[in-house]
């Protein structure tokens, strides 16, 4: 009896205890459900091949229920953070609503994050979570990511945080973040390989079916310019641009056209929307091309020609820094059937 008390407790000293944050307000319980989902098939792999589990989980909550979106969910926490003193790893979701609100709601679990941290306990926040996470300040001066749809205001709110709104997920200093949606179980898969190895996290990515080399969420974001500023020459430019994208603009002729000087239009464009002008032309091209591959009814060379471009390796290499793909592997992946 004595041995196998001082085994199970010799386990459970080196399972890593993980917080799943059952946050108060809205919240997405895909990511809380699909999380514990994952982990627990990594427990109950290692028990069918004789290891032991490497995961304690446990749902961690502030003060109430998560009322899950779009139905009458709810989550119950089995613990609640001002009971918990210590743990390995937490894991925030994404948190729906009112920026504000949300934090109101939440605001005791902001001083036990940054606790937590400072004990050694790392943290992974998914999809628009990295809002909250933002408020503790952990995400200064750290690449992150958070929903593409979003990226404008987070960078407005946080600009002290380097936001990497390309990426699926980032990883710095045992913080995690990871992309929009369903992203998050590229996340999950990442934080078994670093707990379990590479064959555990293979199995688990082939079990789940998520892409476990997918490192980009460029092939997903719909450029939309950010327009929420109050620069009346700038958003003339920007519907410059957008009107004109078939043609060969130049930031020179853009300026012209606005009666400003080029150097404080461009300081002024960037200030504004986050880009220059030049990527602010790209990205409006490259936008109308995959809407028009994803009809599958013109060539890439004909799509190319139709936003203003005739060399197809320019094209090409714009295609694919934004994209993350070429545009003949674009086409191939999401032309309609016709």
């Given amino acids: 009896m004595l041995i196998c008390y001082l085994v199970s407790n010799y386990l459970s000293l080196n399972m890593k205890h993980v917080s799943i944050i059952v946050p108060n307000g809205e919240s997405s319980i895909v990511n809380i459900g699909g999380t514990h989902q994952m982990l627990s098939w990594v427990n109950e792999s290692s028990l069918q091949t004789g290891t032991s589990p490497l995961f304690e989980l446990q749902l961690v909550g502030v003060t109430d229920p998560l009322k899950g979106r779009g139905g009458n969910y709810t989550v119950r926490p089995e613990v609640f953070i001002n009971e918990l003193d210590k743990t390995d790893l937490i894991v925030i979701p994404a948190i729906f609503g009112d920026f504000m609100e949300n934090r109101k709601l939440n605001s005791p679990l902001i001083p036990w994050l940054i606790k937590q ?4 306990a790392e943290i992974a926040t998914m999809c628009v979570g990295a809002f909250f996470l933002a408020e503790t300040g952990l995400l200064d001066g750290r690449p992150c990511s958070t929903h593409w749809q979003y990226a404008p205001v987070f960078r407005e709110m946080f600009p002290q945080a380097d936001l990497q709104d390309d990426r699926i ?18 996340l999950v898969i990442y934080l078994i390989e670093k707990y379990a190895g590479r064959e555990v996290a293979v199995q688990a990515a082939k079990g789940f079916m998520v ?29 410059f641009i957008e009107e004109n994208y078939r043609e060969k603009i130049s930031v020179g002729e853009i300026a012209d056209e606005l009666a400003v000087g080029r150097r404080t239009f461009e300081r002024r464009f960037k200030k ?8 602010y032309i790209q990205r409006v091209k490259v936008e109308a091309a995959k809407k028009s591959l ?28 934004i994209t993350d793909m070429t545009p003949y592997a674009y086409l191939k992946k999401y032309q309609q059937a016709n």
């Fill in 117 to 120: 941290y400072k004990q050694g």
């Fill in 169 to 186: 997920l980032t990883d710095a200093d045992g913080i995690y973040t990871c992309g929009g949606a369903y992203s998050f179980t590229n």
């Fill in 211 to 239: 892409d476990i080399d997918r490192n980009s969420q460029s092939p997903f974001i719909i450029f939309s310019g950010q327009k929420s500023h109050n620069d009346r020459e700038v958003l003339k430019a920007q519907d």
């Fill in 272 to 279: 504004a929307t986050a880009n220059t002008v030049v990527e």
């Fill in 294 to 321: 994803e009809k599958g009814r013109k060539s890439v060379n004909e799509v190319m020609y139709e936003v203003g471009y005739s060399d197809s390796r320019a094209f090409r290499e714009v295609f694919r820094k």
